[in-house]
């Protein structure tokens, strides 16, 4: 009796052993392929999204936010339409009418839902740039003009939240103020800590933090974690680019393009005019700072701002996205000035590789402006100027 109970556990044993190694076999055959360098690889869904429907034109996509359910919600600003895309609005053409600014998408790339843009509410925001999805489901949208605000809203569009701190309406251009914190010019570029109830706000020179639900001032800090008294309010100067990085600044150097978290509690701010991304606690103590395609042109004479006749754009850290594995081991950098997605090895701040070039075909970026990854690994951009669209990058799977 004893040694068929033996054989019986020995048998289940080695079964099991078996599904384990099976199991860990198959694991690996599906790990993400890496280059040379250690760089993942990425292909392009060419066929991601669907069309949209009721003759919806594909508008700037300057930001995407990936909710918990993996569903991708993204801007469609609609203000720089060119008159051939909403040809449909006056029935000249078929097609095409200038759709909600904002769409929900699911996995396979249909909408789920779809609201705002100009006439939805007065506080719609006029120069969208910022869409956040929380915990929660709630969706935070913000644009960059002088009386856009951060906005919350339900999944259905209805307004729950105004943070408001807007200037005066008709009052002049505020002049570059870095200690004042009752009333902001821009309040587009945000984040959400939803574990502390704050908002993070980059403006000017600074991070700016807000109580998230009260939207009372907190606390801020500058470059390299000075405090805000000691910011300067005088511009930047530019420099004369001779195929080099640009000169050392202490300060932040404009314009600040993402604030966005790691897993352990870090604040990574992206100074597109310095190339620079620089890491911070929580509360503001400076911890490293590393450069992204160091050499490009990141601010001065030779650089042109969105549809501008002449100069290219200028500045490389335009929008960052952290990989899902449990370290966050890679930094994904969406460079509007090259046109590619920069992989970087979040801990060192190491370009490892990247993906994309200038171009218009699937796989290709014209003025990438967004970059957000689900919890598959799919990394979705989004491109302004005349490429208006959003693209979706499936990891490439090793064979072994």
Known sequence: MHTWIFWMAFAIGSILILAVTSIERAQQRQRQAVDSNGAPLFKVDPFWPKPLPNRWGMQQVTGISVDQNDHIWFLNRGAKADPDEVGGENNRIDCCVRGPELIELDQDGTVVHAWGGPGYHPLWPTALQTVLVDRQGFVWVAGTAAQDSILKFTKDGKLAWDFDHRPPKGSPPLKENNQQTDVLVSKGRFNLDEDAREIYIINWKRVLVYDMDTGAFKRGWGGHGMPLNEISDDPIPGYKWTGGPPVEEKNFVPDLHFVEFSKEGLVYVGERGQNRI????????????????????????????????????????????????????????????NDKVWILDRDSGKTLGGFGRNGTYAGQFHWINAIAMDSKGNIYTGEVEENKRIQKFVPVMANN
Do not use: M, W
């Not at 969105?306 to 594995?325: I, R």
């Open 278 to 337: 620089e890491v911070f606690t929580k509360q503001g103590k400076f911890v490293r700072e590393f450069y992204v395609s160091p050499n490009t042109p990141s601010r001065g004479e030779i650089c042109g701002g969105l549809y501008h006749e002449k100069l290219p754009p200028c500045g490389t850290t335009y929008k960052l996205a952290f990989s899902h594995d449990p370290q966050q081991k890679y930094a994904y950098v969406a460079d509007g000035t």
